[in-house]
Structure formats: C-alpha cells, structure tokens
C-alpha cells in the first residue's frame, strides 16, 4: 500500500506465508501505513522509502526499515480479538521503532526508557488512530483496547510492592519488572503529560521539536527533559522529578467539605473581638459574614440566600441601581463551599474535581499542579455557586493515574463488605 507522507510515496508492505491467513492479509499493511502516518505526524517524516512488517509465529523485533511480528491464527484460520489486537499492536510497536531508537538514536543500554517508553506512547496515539480509522474492526467497544496508555492501567504497578519498583531513570539492564519500568510507565506518564497537564498542542508542539531536533543524533534524557521544556516554555521539572526519578505514586482524597452561608449578623469571632478590645457594636459598620453549617452562629433560615438577600445597605443598593429585568439576571452565588483536599500521595499531579449540583448538571474544574506549590500534603479550594452541590469527585475521568479511589468522593460512598453482602 502507498501511503502519503510529506508529499513522498512510502510503500506499506506485509510479507507472509499462508499460515498468517486470514488475519495477515486484512492487518497488516494497514497498520504499517497507520504506523506512518501516526508516527509522521507525532515526529518528522518517514525519511525511507518502505516499512516492511515480516510475520513471524512468537515475538516481535525492530530492524530499520524491517521488522517481524507474531499474531497466528489457528490451523483453521481462527483467531480471538487478543490474537488480532495483539498483532496489530506489535506491529505499530516494531514499525516505530524506526523513530525511536533509530532515528532519535538514543543509547537503549543506558536508557531503555528512552526509545521503548517513547514508543509505546506514540504506539497508543497511533492505536487510537487506528481504531477511529476501522470502528467496525472493534465491535462492541468504543475505542481501540490499547493494553498502554490509558493512565488508569499503570495503578497496579504503582501501587506494587516498593521493593520491585525502580525509577525510570534507571539504567536499563539494572531495573525490576522491565515492561512495566521501561515501557508501559514512562508510555503512560506521556500520555498523562499531554493530554492532563500541558494539552494536546503545546505537548505535540514539543514533542516534534524534541523528535526533529535529535534526528539522526544522540540524545540523553536530559535532552529530552530540556527540549520539552524550552519548546512548550513550562517548567516541567516537577513531573521529571516525580514520574522518572522516583517511585512514588499518586493518591489524593477529599478531606473534608465545609459548607457556608451568608449573614448579615454579627458573628461570634467579631463579637469576642469587640470584647476583648471594648469597642462598641454600633462602630463597626454592616458587612457581610460567613458562617459555616452547624458552627454556634448558624441558624437554618441562612440557607441558600443571596447576598442582596440578606445584607439591607447590599439589597438598597441594587434596587437603587438595577432595573427588575438587570437584577434578575445577576448571578449572586448562594452556596459557598471550602474542599479541603488531602494527598497521601508522594506524585504532585493537577487536581481535576467534578461538581454535581441538586439539579443534576455538573461541571468539572482542574487546577494545575502548581496548586502543591506552597503545601505539599493538603489545599483548599474555594467554590461559590448559586445551585448546591450534592457531589464532588476528584480524577472523575481516571486521568491521573491515583492508586487509592475510595477516597475521592464526597459524600463517601458507602464501602460494601462483600462476605456481609454475601451472608444476606
Ligand atoms: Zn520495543
């Protein structure tokens, strides 16, 4: 197959005996051209003129512009989904090896990170592609079912045994659980980097930078580290830090949810104030307070009432100032919220918290890692809505790979006890 990469033809070619039938002759040029267009797109273009994906019964190997790949099916021409994703798979893996190591040529002794975890990173991007480009190939499921990537499928590594567990920025033959160290988490923190912390443009933008920058050169990883720094302008050196020099992991919760309510009463911390100080009341003028639901100055009348409600110079004011139709459109908050959120984890991560208000809409905010800057075991967010909210939950989406999710809900859901259910 021809595939058009950068205005040149590059021949797509699948060589195979009978025995890859009927699975090699639908697959595998079809994925050697996804291959090209994915990695073209993500890098540089494919400088050569051919890809060749050779079938082979076990394995898969990279060679330049060659490489063999497994997925048989049976004497009958059966085969499962496992068989064919897996072979579609290693071949997107194999073909790109061509960027990464042998293009972006980078020493896989020292740093097997350094072509293996980049390649299974662009490898997903490019599985993604492909299963938009044949959704009948994958019935029933809504995306291509990439075994890398996704962030959620790094959390038993992470959170394993700390024994077995070797940062990534440790040298290839010396490390533990060398898929998971070497591919599937340097793949993931990539994919977590671009689409959770720096976004699809500015993470692409640099990646290509990087990609065409050390072509045919020899990188280390602070080359690479530098490069996406200098190419994106972000300080990344705390997502270096903890994703590929350490071992931690990520686990953040909700500690508490206080709620708030406007008064135009005096509360008890101003009144003691006055006290101690012998000022009179009647000199301090109006303002407005915060009371949080059930402390001494709460009463049940306070809920859920505007500002311009409560505060008479507030309410004078509007009227004074603003026709019906322009107050009826204001949009005074009513509910105040303070979410106190704790991380037991060691990985500093964005917070991305989803709101569920009484009237069943929803709305999710992520605040950027820099959040941790000050104080690295717990923050508070300050929210102010005009609807209550019946629901928080952080990492809705599992975009951040937190090992530990009993703790990200409010209210917390109830933990079953199976033998208990079971007994029943
Ligand atoms: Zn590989």
């Not at 990695?39 to 273009?45: G, K």
């Not at 072509?115 to 990173?121: I, R, S």
């Not at 990188?219 to 300080?235: I, L, N, Q, V």
């Not at 301090?284 to 311009?308: H, R, T």
């Amino acid at each position: 197959m021809a595939v058009k990469v950068g205005g040149k033809d590059i021949m797509a070619v699948s060589i195979y005996p009978p025995e890859g039938n009927p699975l090699w002759e639908q697959w595998s040029t079809k994925a050697v051209a996804q291959t090209l267009k994915s990695y073209s797109r993500m890098t540089f273009d494919y400088p050569y003129h051919k890809a060749i994906s050779v079938h082979a019964k076990n394995q898969g190997m990279e060679y330049p512009m060659i490489c063999w790949n497994y997925g048989r099916p049976d004497a009958e021409g059966n085969y499962s989904d496992r068989v064919k994703f897996g072979m579609i798979s290693v071949i997107i893996h194999e073909v790109g090896h061509n960027y990464f190591p042998m293009i972006v040529n980078s020493d896989e002794r020292q740093w097997t990170w350094m072509d293996e975890g980049l390649n299974t990173f662009v490898q997903y991007v490019a599985e993604q592609d492909m299963g938009e480009n044949y959704p009948a190939s994958i019935e029933g499921l809504d995306a291509y079912p990439s075994r890398r990537g996704p962030a959620a499928a790094i959390v038993p590594y992470m959170a394993g045994d700390q024994r077995y567990i070797a940062p990534i920025m440790s040298k290839g033959l010396n490390t533990y659980q060398f898929g998971s160290n070497a591919y599937g988490k340097p793949g993931t923190a990539l994919n977590i980097l671009r689409e959770t912390v720096m976004g699809r443009e500015l993470f692409d933008y640099s990646f290509r930078t990087y990609s065409q920058r050390w072509m045919f050169k020899h990188p280390t990883p602070e080359d690479f580290f530098r490069t996406m720094e200098d190419a994106s302008a972000m300080d990344l050196d705390w997502f270096w830090r903890g994703w590929f020099y350490t071992t931690q992991f990520n686990d953040m919760g909700i500690k508490s949810v206080d709620k708030f309510y406007v008064s135009a009463d005096m509360n008890q911390e101003m009144k003691d104030y006055l006290e101690e100080r012998n000022i009179p009341k009647d000199r301090v003028p109006q303002l407005v307070y915060m009371v949080k639901e059930g402390s001494e100055d709460y009463k049940e009348e306070m809920k859920g009432k505007a500002p311009s409600e409560v505060v008479s110079d507030l309410k004078d004011y509007m009227m004074d100032n603003f026709t019906a139709d322009q107050r009826a459109a204001m949009k005074e908050p009513k509910y105040f919220y303070q979410i106190t959120v704790e991380k037991p984890g060691g990985l500093v991560m964005p917070i991305i918290i989803e709101y569920t208000y009484a009237d069943g809409t929803s709305e999710t905010v992520t605040h950027p890692a820099e959040i941790w800057r000050l104080n690295d075991k717990e923050v508070s967010l300050s929210k102010a809505t005009q609807k209550e909210i019946v629901g928080i939950v952080i990492d809705p989406k599992l975009e951040t790979a937190d090992i530990d999710t009993s703790n990200n809900s409010w209210p917390q859901e109830p933990k079953v006890d199976k033998f208990e259910e079971m007994k029943q």
